[in-house]
């Protein structure tokens, strides 16, 4: 088993930055492929961004890419989401999650373990 917990939303105004982070524990943390995930209210989950064990490859959704960063620190059993020039669109419980398989995966049935999430509200 693998326990993640989010932190970090909170309201931000567009235009505006908000870093996440989610902590690991449980098993061995190099040992998965992590993403994000959010799912905006009356919408379906969607893939937000991913990184692979080491850290080496990334991949994000067409609508946050060149806005948000991912990253990862393997020695502290975390992955982090830098978000920049925040929209009213990326409002959204943020999730993130880990595969023990996959990596760079935008799908979500491909992780394994999901956090509770994190709630972000852009505001105008």
């Known amino acids: 088993q693998v326990q993640l917990v989010e932190s970090g939303g909170g309201l931000v105004q567009a235009g505006g930055s908000l870093g996440l982070s989610c902590a690991a524990s449980g098993r061995t943390f190099i040992n998965y492929n992590m993403g994000w995930f959010r799912r905006a209210p009356g919408k379906e989950r969607e893939f937000v961004a991913a990184?692979?064990?080491?850290?080496?490859?990334?991949f994000y959704a067409d609508s946050v890419k060149g806005r948000f960063t991912i990253s990862r620190d393997n020695a502290k059993n975390t992955v982090h989401l830098q978000m920049n020039s925040l929209k009213l669109e990326d409002t959204a419980v943020y999730y993130c999650a880990a595969s023990s398989a996959i990596a760079n995966s935008d799908r979500y049935y491909n992780y394994d373990y999901w956090g509770q999430g994190t709630q972000v509200t852009v505001s105008s």
């Open positions: 990184i692979s064990r080491s850290g080496s490859s990334k």
